[in-house]
């Protein structure tokens, strides 16, 4: 350690509780120091402690001591006596034998089960009966009447000291009773002197006036050219300081907002609570579908049911799931039923966003986003949840294609720092041709969402006669990636330290 340079860094307090301890034996208590130097306050000496501390040139030794004082049943037994002795007292009275039935007279019906226990435990008195149970005096009780018992004397010591130390065996009987004793732990500390702190006192130092921070001010009138300006010490322990910002999540969503919106889309919102109609039947899947199960969706109680006032979309989505309607497929055979299509549920993917904004916006071209929250009936494991984010887009114009498709998804991904991405073919119900997007990372590669071409049997319906490409993309997964985290449910638990390390994208 360079000496020289320690002291020159040392700030006024610091020099301060040094030459205190040399003349205290370099050994004291923080009351101590602050008596005997040039300080105001405890916290001065303690805070320059701790920063000769961190350098190695005191150390602090801390000691911890038990202390106790009265509680409220404490007091109130100084007052009236232990329930105990007032029992005592009473049978003393009535010649040293009485019924069960008298100690109402001198205790609370509370305290009659605590006095009998511990006449007994302290042999005081012997339970007899016969017809009816008496308490019968003994001869450590009689002597007992006419002295303080241990716990009387430990009582009256308290009222006479607050936060006094007791050897614990002695207050023991006392402790185990409720609200009688109060106990306390006191950290004391003992600031101590180490070698190199006695060479630093050896090399030997002056305490003068000292610029320890540069203001306006001091620039201003010249004083930095007259005093001394102490160094700082750069490598000097400094609290970490964290200072407000965004979840991650929040920060995450933010960052995709605007890499869409600086690509030219536009975003769209909905409800949460949709009909079948538009969340399941207008995108041509068939109400016998696995996923329209109660195991698998969240129906609403209230309302149970919302009335589709769409009539003319209605005729022509029945016609479309029983024979193909106007467009080529043949449909899916069965007889649709437009009081399935009313059920009220949560959605179940935000794409009910974009069919609905297609049968308002029919003609091209649009490109537009939704960012919401989604609802299912899974399990909570490491990684699924039952309301999570979907990303969802489409573009709709006229000579739009496959390749334009992978082209958008590839400037997403790599906007958001993915720069490995391939596609492989995927099925979904309301696309064909349809693919899955998958990126490169951690040496592996990793699916993250399903995209397409809308298939015909969505789109005519609406009155869209042109192709319409689209994607649905999970939010959380995508965090996963970029926060490593291995457990989904880890970005809803409020774990502050990792929130506050957590850097922003």
Request: net charge neutral; aromatic share 8%; with cysteine.
């Amino acid at each position: 350690m360079d000496i020289d340079k320690t002291i020159k860094e040392l700030s006024q307090n610091e020099k301060k509780v040094l030459l205190t301890l040399k003349k205290l034996n370099g050994k004291s208590a923080p009351q101590d120091i602050l008596e005997n130097g040039d300080f105001n306050q405890e916290v001065e000496v303690m805070n320059a402690s701790s920063w000769l501390h961190s350098k190695k040139l005191v150390g602090i030794e801390e000691h911890i001591k038990t202390v106790y004082s009265l509680d409220k049943e404490g007091k109130r037994f100084l007052e009236k006596g232990l329930p105990e002795k007032r029992a005592l007292k009473l049978m003393a009275e009535k010649e040293g034998i009485i019924s069960l039935k008298d100690l109402p007279r001198s205790l609370e019906k509370g305290e009659i089960p605590i006095a009998i226990g511990w006449l007994k435990k302290k042999g005081w008195a012997t339970i007899k009966k016969d017809k009816e149970t008496f308490l019968e005096i003994t001869e450590e009780g009689k002597n007992a009447l006419s002295e303080l018992s241990e716990d009387e004397k430990i009582l009256q010591l308290l009222k006479e000291n607050d936060n006094i130390e007791i050897d614990k065996d002695k207050i023991k009987s006392l402790l185990s009773r409720k609200k009688v004793i109060k106990e306390k732990d006191i950290v004391t500390s003992t600031i101590v002197l180490t070698e190199v702190g006695v060479k630093v006192l050896k090399k030997g130092f002056e305490i003068k006036d000292e610029i320890s921070q540069v203001t306006s001010s001091i620039i201003k009138n010249n004083k930095w050219k007259h005093n001394i300006i102490r160094p700082y010490d750069i490598n000097a322990f400094a609290p970490a300081v964290y200072g407000g910002k965004p979840h991650p999540l929040v920060d995450l969503i933010s960052k995709i907002r605007q890499i869409f919106l600086e690509m030219g889309f536009q975003e769209i919102q909905g409800d949460f609570v949709e009909s079948c109609f538009w969340n399941m039947d207008v995108l041509f899947i068939p109400q016998d579908h696995p996923a329209r199960e109660m195991q698998d969706t969240l129906y609403c109680k209230t309302p149970s049911k919302i009335k589709i006032e769409e009539k003319q979309l209605l005729d022509e989505i029945a016609r479309v799931h029983e024979n193909g309607g106007s467009t080529s497929s043949t449909g899916w055979g069965y007889k649709f039923s437009e009081k399935e299509g009313e059920r009220a549920l949560l959605r179940t993917h935000t794409t009910v966003n974009t069919i609905r904004y297609l049968y308002n916006n029919p003609k091209p071209p649009s490109k537009v986003f939704s960012l919401g929250r989604v609802f299912r009936k899974e399990s909570i494991d490491a990684t699924h949840l039952p309301e999570f984010y979907q990303i969802e887009g489409i573009v709709h114009e006229v000579d739009t294609n496959f390749r334009q498709l992978i082209g958008v998804l590839k400037e997403f991904y790599r906007k958001i720092g993915f720069e490995k991405i391939r596609f492989r073919p995927g099925y979904f119900p309301y696309t064909e041709p349809s693919m899955e997007v998958e990126v490169f990372w951690n040496n592996e590669w990793m699916e993250l969402g399903g995209s397409g071409i809308f298939r015909p049997e969505v789109t005519e319906p609406v009155g869209v006669k042109n192709p319409v490409l689209a994607w649905g993309l999970g939010l959380e997964r995508l965090a996963m990636l970029k926060f490593g985290v291995t457990d989904i449910r880890s970005l809803y638990i409020s774990d502050v330290g990792w929130l506050r390390k957590k850097s922003l994208i």
